[in-house]
């Protein structure tokens, strides 16, 4: 066997082993969220602060890096995913090797603390009680992108970043967002004004039983194209999308009195399931066979919710099932006033539930605070008054408590810094996906219509899902749309959808 052979095969091994051990964390993290009593915590903070620390360990060890070197030396020898693979283990190891292991366990400690602690500061709308948890995980956040902005020659933000949504940096996020805070703001004020000649939009009544909810969410999410023989879907405090791709775990929560806050939320996670369904599966096991970055993974989410499902052709195919499911008749259950429903622009207080013209301005505050925190010049404990004068400066409205602000979203107690702008990035690829989808696939439309998704999800598959982190985002984009990601799509959408 060539030396160059033993090498990258003795790598793959390895890796493969690390996969194993964060496919195992995944599952007991969406366990924490789904499943686990609230006195198993502390419990499964140490098993995870195990699995962290052994896969540290693995990637930190000089074995790994020799291998690396052997392998980058004769990579001639290598296919073009064998190289692409090559590159990601790389760039995991440098991750690894740039933070010390007692930095690694005690973050995984503090941040299954403060997740915790999260939950009940929610539910008592809290904040004072969540800060010393809070507090202990953007120190040691703070640690870790000290480490990594000293090893890789870049700003400590970048740095988080780059764990995200490889090889983008801040100042190509100023630029994107910049740009639409130059736009967003006029843009809302016109959608706002034009909805004032319509009449008023009707909300069907309820209570929705929250069974008929989950089998109404299921329905969709099967005709999408979702397996269920490799997933599953339960309630957690914030709905997200865990577990690997063979076994992929989308959560969601229940409204009795607003079945569409649940519905598109399941939604949402649907197109990020999509994807993890779609990686190639003959890498699973490998870095190249992961999601290429989060601005691409938040792409499919919104393509599926926004793009998609908020559209008149999917609620063509959709409103005759929901209006059975629910018995739903009279003024509130016509077309045109569940369109405008799904469809309604108006600040709001939660990013969750936020249509996708105030969306952006959600996570440009965010974004803005998180780099704020990680600086020092913001304290954990004023993080309310500052989330509450954005709030008012963006969206020019005030969360009458911290449950409806700063303590809505779980990404900062559990150590996401460098998440949030993956968010709008990705609402932006959505639309520039979603634009390169309908003019590729004839009678798009009809299709969707017809409630007939197999053709758009073989156009995901294609050229996005199964491509992995082989490209660059940019380069996946660029194969798939015919140009790098611009705000381009997104501001047509907006306009073609609200104000034509």
């Known amino acids: 066997m060539p030396e160059l052979t033993i090498a990258y095969s003795n790598l793959e091994k390895r890796f493969a082993r690390l996969s194993a051990l ?31 620390l052994l896969s540290h360990e693995i990637l930190n060890s000089s074995e790994i890096a020799d291998l ?20 990601e283990m790389r760039n995991r190891w440098r991750h690894a090797t740039a933070v010390g292991p007692d930095l690694v366990e005690a973050h995984s ?26 507090k202990e995980v953007v120190l040691l956040t703070g640690h870790i992108a ?20 490889p090889g ?10 910049d740009d639409l805070e130059n736009f967003l703001p006029e843009f809302l004020g016109a959608v706002l004004e034009n909805g004032k000649s319509k009449p008023p939009i009707l909300i069907p009544e309820g209570p929705f039983d929250e069974r008929i909810q989950k089998k109404l969410g299921q329905e969709f999410m099967t005709a999408l194209g979702f397996d269920f023989n490799h997933g599953r879907l339960d309630i957690s405090h914030h709905p997200f999308t865990g577990g690997i791709p063979d076994d992929v775990r989308l959560t969601t929560r229940y409204e009795t009195d607003d079945f569409t806050q649940s519905l598109m939320g399941t939604l949402h996670e649907t197109g990020h399931a999509l994807y993890e369904q779609g990686l190639p599966r003959e890498w699973r096991s490998q870095p190249v066979g992961a999601a290429r970055g989060m601005a691409l993974h938040e792409s499919q989410s919104l393509l599926i919710e926004m793009q998609l499902s908020r559209s008149e052709d999917f609620l063509a195919f959709a409103l005759p099932r929901i209006k059975e499911a629910f018995a739903g008749s009279g003024p509130a259950w016509e077309e045109d006033n569940i369109l405008r429903l799904y469809q309604k622009v108006e600040p709001g207080f939660i ?23 990680l600086s020092g010049d913001l ?9 509450n004068s954005g709030m008012r400066n963006t969206l020019g409205i005030t969360p009458p408590n911290d449950r409806l602000g700063c303590l809505q979203d779980i990404h900062w107690p559990s150590g996401a810094i460098g998440y949030f702008p993956t968010y ?19 009678d798009f439309a009809s299709q969707i219509r017809a409630g007939k998704f197999s053709s758009l999800l073989e156009w995901l598959r294609r050229n996005i899902h199964s491509r992995g982190s082989s490209q660059s985002t940019n380069g996946i984009m660029k194969s798939a749309t015919g140009a790098s990601l611009t705000a381009d799509a997104f501001k047509a959408h907006l306009r073609d959808r609200y104000l034509s």
């Open 146 to 165: 000290a480490a990594k902005s000293s090893a890789f020659g870049i700003s400590r933000y970048d740095a988080l970043l780059d764990e995200y949504e």
């Open 379 to 387: 304290a954990v404990e004023d993080l309310p008054a500052a989330w």
């Open 109 to 134: 400690r503090a941040t299954s603390r403060s997740e915790m602690e999260w939950r009940e500061a929610r539910l008592n709308n809290d904040f004072a009680s969540l800060v010393p948890a809070l």
């Open 351 to 373: 990013r969750v539930d936020a249509d996708e013209v105030t969306y952006p301005l959600h996570v440009i505050l965010r974004y803005r605070l998180e780099k704020a925190l």
């Open 168 to 177: 983008i940096t801040s100042a190509t996020i100023d630029t994107l967002f």
């Open 68 to 87: 690396l070197t052997e392998a980058e030396n004769a990579s001639g020898g290598l296919d073009d995913w064998q190289r692409a693979n090559l590159d």
């Open 22 to 52: 964060s496919g195992a964390a995944a599952m007991l993290h969406w366990d924490s969220a789904a499943m686990m009593p609230a006195g198993g915590s502390e419990a499964r903070a140490e098993q995870l602060a195990v699995l962290s």
């Open 424 to 442: 709008t990035l990705g609402a932006m690829a959505a639309a520039q996906i979603y634009r390169a989808a309908v003019k590729d696939i004839p």
